[in-house]
């Protein structure tokens, strides 16, 4: 069993990058197996937006190989909840805070195993006159979730 961790401050967008990589999974036809949460054909980016901001957890079938997308990371019982023992999980993509119990949690469960850290990608500026941050925030969600789904296919 491997383990991606994206560990990050509260409202960084962790969240929202792994939603990111459970549309482009979705996208690039590899089959869910469990989702706790409807995944579909979005027409608008406001339903994208939406989507990308809800906890879900999803089940992918890669390679012959059990992915698990956890994308709740504030809080260790909701983390407990996620971490199925009765399944064959072959690699957990989640998210945590930067320390912490969601923190301690997922290093206990990964006993044994290996854990890749990422920090969350993050843009910031000097000045609060830049209208257009969000989107080049979400710009960058996105291209860690690619950066994501590349790491998780050589990994498998």
Known sequence: MKFIVINANKNSGKTHTLNFLIL???NEGYS????????????????IEKFCCEDKITDFKIK??????????DSQQLMESAFDK???????VCVSRS???TCDYI???ATGNTIIWHK?????????NNKNLGEIQKRVNQLQAEELYTEILEIL
Do not use: C, H, M, P
């Open 64 to 73: 012959d190989k059990t992915v698990r997308i956890i994308t709740f990371g």
């Open 99 to 101: 320390k912490g119990a």
């Open 86 to 92: 009765s399944k064959n999980i072959d690699l957990y």
């Open 24 to 26: 482009k999974l979705s």
């Open 32 to 47: 869910i197996v469990y989702s706790d949460k409807r995944i579909a054909e979005f027409k608008t980016d406001k339903e």
């Open 120 to 128: 969350k990608w993050k843009v910031t500026t000097s000045s609060n």
């Open 107 to 109: 290093k206990k469960q």
